[in-house]
C-alpha cells in the first residue's frame, strides 16, 4: 500500500507562478524526501527533510512537513517551463532505510 | 562520477524467455536498491542490499524474479520465465546510509 499520497494528481499553471503540491503518509516516519521525474528519465532528488525540521529550502524549492498532520508541501516559486515534471514525495517508515514513494503529481508549466 | 549505470536502456523479449538486468551503483554507495514502476502501480520497491547482503525482498513479485549483488560494485535482476505483465521500467537506485537516492536511468522492458 502506498504510504505517501499526492495531491493533486495533475497541476498546469503558468510559467512565473508557484507551485504547490502536498503529501499525505499514514505512519511515523525518519524524513521524508522529495524527487523529480522527467519523462522517460529517472528520479532526481531534490530536497530531505527529517522529521525534527519544519521547513526547509533551497533554491525556488521550499518544502514544509506538519508531523502532527503527517503531511508535507513542496512549493516551486516562480516556476519555469523546465520545472515540467512528476514530482513524488517519499517516506521511510521509522526504523527502515526502504523509501516508499507516493503516485506522484504531474506538473506542467506553460509558457 | 558517472551515477548509477543500467544496462541495457531497451530491452524486448519474448513470454517464457529470461531477462537479466544490470546495475553498477555510486561508488562507495552501501545501499542499493530496485524498484518497477507502471503506470497503474506507480513505484514499487522490490528489493534492497545493504553491503551487499539482501535485506528486504518482500516487495519481489513471485519466485520468476531473483536477485543478487556478488560485489559493491554490481547487481543483477534476474526475470525467468518473464511474462507481458513484466513490462515496465525497472530502476537500480544507490544511497549512502540513511541519505538520498541515486536513481540509474532505468531499463523498459517490453515482454511480448
Request: hydrophobic share 30%.
Amino acid at each position: 500500500s502506498q504510504q505517501g499520497e499526492e495531491d493533486p494528481q495533475a497541476l498546469s499553471i503558468q510559467e512565473g507562478e508557484n507551485a504547490t503540491m502536498n503529501c499525505s503518509y499514514k505512519t511515523s516516519i525518519n524524513n521524508l524526501q522529495w524527487y523529480r521525474q522527467n519523462s522517460g528519465r529517472g528520479l532526481v532528488h531534490l530536497i530531505l527533510i527529517r522529521s525534527n525540521e519544519r521547513e526547509k529550502h533551497s533554491g525556488r524549492l521550499r518544502v514544509t512537513l506538519d508531523t502532527s498532520k503527517k503531511s508535507s508541501s513542496l512549493l516551486i516559486t516562480a516556476s519555469r517551463a523546465a520545472d515540467t515534471a512528476s514530482y513524488f514525495c517519499a517516506t521511510d517508515a521509522a526504523g527502515a532505510q526502504k523509501l516508499v514513494f507516493g503516485q506522484g503529481t504531474r506538473l506542467t508549466i506553460n509558457p | 562520477d558517472a551515477g548509477v549505470i543500467q544496462s541495457p536502456r531497451h530491452e524486448v523479449t519474448e513470454m517464457g524467455q529470461e531477462v537479466t538486468l544490470r546495475c553498477k551503483p555510486i561508488s562507495g554507495h552501501d545501499y542499493l536498491f530496485w524498484y518497477r514502476q507502471t503506470m497503474m502501480r506507480g513505484l514499487e520497491l522490490l528489493i534492497y542490499f545493504n553491503n551487499n547482503v539482501p535485506i528486504d525482498d518482500s516487495g519481489m513479485p513471485e519466485d520468476r524474479f531473483s536477485a543478487k549483488m556478488p560485489n559493491a560494485s554490481f547487481s543483477t535482476l534476474k526475470i525467468q520465465p518473464s511474462e507481458p505483465r513484466d513490462s515496465a521500467v525497472y530502476f537500480c537506485a544507490s544511497s549512502l546510509g540513511r541519505g538520498s537516492q541515486y536513481f540509474g536511468p532505468g531499463t523498459r522492458l517490453t515482454v511480448l
